[in-house]
T-cell receptor
Framework: DAGVTQSPTHLIKTRGQHVTLRCSPI?????VSWYQQVLGQGPQFIFQ???????GRGNFPDRFSARQFPNYSSELNVNALLLGDSALYLC????????????FGPGTRLTVL | GEDVEQSLFLSVREGDSSVINCTYT??????LYWYKQEPGAGLQLLTY?????DMKQDQRLTVLLNKKDKHLSLRIADTQTGDSAIYFC????????????FGKGTTLSVSS
């Protein structure tokens, strides 16, 4: 079975632009979480979605938004990009979103120039 | 607040045992996790331990949990060069859905 998939692999944007990152969870998993990992740090929680509803939100500005689709895939949107948004964006899926183990995808490397 | 702390760097010789330590703050955490990250890659789940356990062994990996001191450790027996990576300790932050709170990671370097 395929694991968590993310697209694109790499992305280069300029300040002020917006970006959309995509994630497909493991088949049968209904919950998707997004994390931001800046260089040299551990991942920081951004959002969790379960059954298309936001289950949790981390300490990120309103420029960050996400949604989950009926097929459980998810998009993370970031508006008005700043240099500090440059990071590896990780998506994780879990079966029910109730505290079970989360399985991570390979990530999308975003560079903001 | 929630915080997970780890030592930043560990260097061992091939064949030795490695011990990576972690302290956490949320005493209500139900599960504690160890993830491995190789350069340029995502996170690979290594193992996890439920909070009512003291120890869990999985092949070369041994996890020890001291709930009183909020201390978690990961022991890798017979460390190989392929074990070189960054290891993250993580706890569940119950105050934000089921978010994982990660430490900054321990870089394990294995020399032959």
């Amino acid at each position: 079975d395929a694991g968590v998939t993310q697209s694109p692999t790499h992305l280069i944007k300029t300040r002020g632009q917006h970006v959309t990152l995509r994630c497909s969870p493991i088949s049968g998993h209904k919950s998707v979480s997004w994390y931001q990992q800046v260089l040299g740090q551990g991942p920081q929680f951004i959002f969790q979605y379960y059954e298309k509803e936001e289950r949790g939100r981390g300490n990120f500005p309103d420029r960050f938004s996400a949604r989950q689709f009926p097929n459980y895939s998810s998009e993370l949107n970031v508006n008005a990009l700043l240099l500090g948004d440059s990071a590896l964006y990780l998506c994780a899926s879990s079966p029910e979103g109730g505290g079970e183990t989360q399985f991570f995808g390979p990530g999308t490397r975003l560079t903001v120039l | 607040g929630e915080d997970v702390e780890q030592s930043l760097f560990l260097s061992v010789r091939e064949g030795d045992s490695s011990v990576i330590n972690c302290t956490y703050t949320d005493s209500s955490s139900t599960y504690l996790y160890w993830y491995k990250q190789e350069p340029g890659a995502g996170l690979q789940l290594l193992t996890y331990i439920f909070s009512n356990m003291d120890m869990k062994q999985d092949q070369r990996l041994t996890v020890l949990l001291n709930k009183k001191d909020k201390h978690l450790s990961l022991r890798i027996a017979d460390t190989q060069t392929g074990d070189s990576a960054i290891y993250f300790c993580a706890e569940i932050a119950n105050q934000a859905g089921t978010a994982l709170i990660f430490g900054k990671g321990t870089t394990l370097s294995v020399s032959s």
